[in-house]
C-alpha cells in the first residue's frame, strides 16, 4: 500500500480507502477531495497559503499593478461605451477581496468619474 511522508495524512487516507472500498477513483474527485474536502481540503482546512512566501502566487497577491491596470482598461471600456450611468464589474473567485480593492482605489485616483459609476460585485 501506497504511504506518504508529505500533505495531510488524514486525507491520504481517507482517499486510500476510497480507493481500497470502491477501486479507482476518478481524477476530478481526486482533485475535490484535495482541495475542497469539507474538513482535509486545500482551501477548506485553513492552511492555504497565497502570495510570495505561501504555497504560490498570483498577479493579484504580489502588489497593485494588475488591479490598477485592469480599472485604466475598465474605464477605456466605459469610455468607449459612452460614459454609461452603470457600470458593473463581477469578479469570480475573489478570495480575500485585494483586486477589488486595487480596482477601486485605483479608479477613485486616476478616474473619479468612473469611480461613481463602477459598481463592484
Known amino acids: 500500500m501506497l504511504r506518504t511522508q508529505t500533505g495531510n495524512p488524514a486525507l491520504v487516507e481517507l482517499i486510500l480507502n476510497e480507493i481500497n472500498n470502491r477501486g479507482p477513483v476518478s481524477f476530478a474527485w481526486f482533485m475535490q477531495q484535495a482541495l475542497y474536502h469539507p474538513e482535509h481540503g486545500y482551501y477548506s482546512s485553513g492552511r492555504c497559503s497565497i502570495g510570495r512566501k505561501g504555497d504560490y502566487f498570483t498577479n493579484v497577491s504580489v502588489g ?20 454609461i450611468d452603470n457600470f458593473l464589474i463581477v469578479e469570480q473567485g475573489a478570495h480575500d ?16 468619474e468612473f469611480f461613481a459609476v463602477v459598481r463592484y460585485q
Open 97 to 112: 477581496g485585494q483586486f477589488a480593492r486595487d480596482v477601486l482605489q485605483s479608479a477613485q485616483k486616476h478616474a473619479p
Open 64 to 83: 497593485p499593478l494588475f488591479g490598477q491596470l485592469m480599472a485604466a482598461q475598465f474605464t477605456e471600456i466605459w469610455e468607449r461605451l459612452g460614459k
